[in-house]
């Protein structure tokens, strides 16, 4: 079955410290997103890439790092400078970012220690 | 002013019925609507996308889209207690075709009462 990997579910952070949540997608996408929510928000886009070895920023990259070294995996750092890490991150990806719905995983839940 | 706006509800219906959820959007040029259903806890799932002014009917789903009055709608016929999840609106501003813009709402909570 094709989709969209994430893990783990739960994720908790010390303070000080880097953490990494990864996403795999076998759906041979090209576009692959973050999206972080917050309860009873809607989503805002961390970063995105179109290709292999591209990424951009999206609204609130500020804290978040990520890489897209291969087509199929676009891991998400969360580090120590983001402040208020605690939300439900979301990676998504479509076929391509021209117009196209966007299919999600299942979500990390990150919280802090 | 919110860009894409929904009403947080909860918004209660009986079985059976006809659910309606809208949303309205600030961006008049404004081309690609969605609408995700999330259960609580889990991750959004796609369940209708329109590009063009009206009705597209997907199975118990019709999504309406009204370009002059800046709203796009979701019915739900005949609604189950399935049914029940927060139903998030997305929108890609006009002058973009990247779905790197899309612009959520927060959603509204739908209850499907027996």
């Known amino acids: 079955d094709g989709g969209i990997t994430q893990s783990p579910k739960y994720l908790f952070r010390k303070e000080g410290q880097n953490v990494t949540l990864s996403c795999e997608q076998n759906l041979n996408h090209d576009a692959m997103y973050w999206y972080r929510q917050d309860p009873g928000q809607g989503l805002r886009l961390i970063y995105y890439s179109q290709i292999v070895n591209d990424f951009q920023k999206g609204d609130i990259a500020e804290g978040y790092s990520v890489s897209r070294e291969k087509k199929e995996s676009f891991p998400l750092t969360v580090t120590s400078a983001q402040k208020n890490p605690t939300a439900f991150y979301l990676c998504?990806?479509?076929?391509?970012?021209?117009?196209?719905?966007?299919?999600f995983g299942d979500g990390t839940r990150l919280s802090i220690l | 002013q919110k860009e894409v706006e929904q009403n947080s509800g909860p918004l209660s219906v009986p079985e059976g019925a006809i659910a309606s959820l809208n949303c309205t959007y600030s961006?008049?040029?404004?081309?690609?609507f969605f609408w995700y259903r999330q259960y609580s806890g889990k991750s959004p799932e796609l369940i209708m996308f329109?590009?063009?002014?009206g009705d597209k009917e997907d199975g118990r789903f019709t999504a309406q889209l009204n370009k002059a009055s800046q709203y796009v709608s979701l019915l739900i016929r005949d609604s189950q207690p399935s049914d029940s999840a927060t139903y998030l609106c997305?929108?890609?501003?006009?002058?973009?075709?990247?779905?790197?813009?899309?612009?959520f709402g927060s959603g509204t909570r739908l209850s499907i009462r027996p």
């Open positions: 998504a990806s479509s076929v391509d970012t021209q117009l196209r719905p966007q299919h």
């Open positions: 329109i590009y063009s002014n």
């Open positions: 997305a929108v890609i501003p006009g002058g973009y075709s990247s779905a790197s813009k899309i612009i």
């Open positions: 961006d008049r040029g404004s081309q690609s």
